[in-house]
């Protein structure tokens, strides 16, 4: 029953969101089943429109799972949009540095010549790397002198975009770019896009090798948090911290590890960005990533299986906002944020608190009369 009830209360949270969406649409003189099916039958078309839907959906796997083991340890990270912005420069400072000189840039000097099959892994421990510190960060502060980690996650997003664009705009930023871009990374540490394995999908959709690291990244999270020792103690203390304590479990430990995981996920996004699709750190590249994430972990249930299909779910949005801001009258895709929103809202009201206080409204009434 429990279980079902997990399935169950997204569900109804998204056929509610869609209602009242579709209410919405009415209202301001667009119809409710053309909006829909131009939302989302244009992300099931092929190749482009699983393609892209797919790609738009790798990095709010990894945030939505970030976000989903801080949640399992009782914690709420809202710094993993500062965490994949670190792991990102981090990849493309490893790339750039230890990769082939460009012959035509002089300004960044490398460490190594690192071959592809160093580098690439290596470009990847570092983003992993990097968005583990960072968010191991705010899990120490709070282990360590119990301060908040939302406060301590939030700050923390701003210092790591403020000095990612000084050291981009100042550094790593080939003279006369307009644009607010590092160099870009050895051609060797770029990551294949999977139109080169799947028949039909060219190469120009941007879908790539990440998509694969982000399913795998599901199932290891599943793994580790219900089938290891490890796991079993980082949801105790989630569940409760004080009988955690008394079964011997380190709270403090827990903490920092569920931070540093936490941001170690978040970092992946960095290796799609980077490594998968600009091959190069761009300044401002997240489309709030790590804040949507938290909805995708919410409406996902904390669960790897869950996050999977509501970051699915979420590309769809995405993808289909594009072709109804396009085709539709009067709705614009600002539908996708309304969405998104009302999905939030109705996830965190909770269906079986609704249904119980509707019982006992109900029941209030029928003991007056």
Request: net charge positive; hydrophobic share 55%; charged share 10%.
């Amino acid at each position: 029953m429990k279980q079902l009830r997990e399935i169950l209360y997204p569900l109804i949270a998204v056929i509610g969101a869609f209602v009242i969406g579709g209410i919405v649409i009415w209202i301001i003189g667009d119809s409710p089943f053309q909006t829909y099916k131009l939302l989302i039958g244009s992300a099931f078309s092929w190749p482009d429109g699983i393609g892209y839907t797919l790609f738009n959906a790798t990095p709010l796997i990894f945030t939505g799972l970030a976000v989903a083991v801080a949640f399992r340890c009782g914690l709420l990270n809202i710094g993993a949009e500062g965490q994949l912005y670190v792991a990102a420069f981090a990849a493309a400072w490893v790339g750039m540095k230890f990769g082939a000189p460009d012959p035509g840039n002089t300004t960044i000097s490398q460490i190594a010549h690192l071959p592809g099959f160093v580098l690439l892994p290596l470009c990847c421990i570092a983003a992993i790397a990097a968005g583990a510190i960072w968010g191991g960060i705010p899990g120490l502060l709070k282990a360590r002198f119990g301060s908040h980690e939302v406060i301590n996650t939030i700050m923390l997003n701003f210092i790591a975009i403020a000095l990612l664009s000084y050291f981009t705009q100042y550094h790593f930023k080939i003279p006369g770019d307009a644009i607010m871009q590092t160099a870009p990374i050895s051609p060797v540490a770029s990551l294949p896009t999977l139109g080169r394995f799947i028949p039909g999908l060219p190469a120009r959709i941007p879908l790539n090798i990440a998509f694969i690291f982000a399913v795998i990244a599901c199932i290891l999270v599943y793994i580790f948090l219900w089938k290891t020792k490890w796991g079993y103690e980082l949801r105790a203390t989630g569940a409760n911290p004080s009988a955690a304590e008394y079964g011997g479990i380190s709270i403090r430990k827990q903490i920092i590890l569920a931070m540093a995981i936490s941001g170690g996920l978040a970092g992946m996004v960095g290796i799609n960005e980077v490594l998968g699709y600009r091959h190069r750190y761009y300044d401002g590249f997240s489309a709030n990533y790590g804040f949507v994430g938290i909805a995708v972990a919410l409406l996902g249930r904390n669960h790897p299986v869950g996050v999977f299909l509501a970051a699915i779910l979420f590309a769809i949005l995405l993808r289909g906002g594009i072709f109804v801001d396009a085709f539709t009258m009067h709705v614009s895709k600002d539908i996708v944020d309304m969405l998104q929103g009302i999905v939030i809202i109705l996830v965190a009201l909770r269906p079986d608190a609704i249904f119980g206080s509707l019982r006992k409204i109900g029941f209030m009434r029928k003991a007056k009369v």
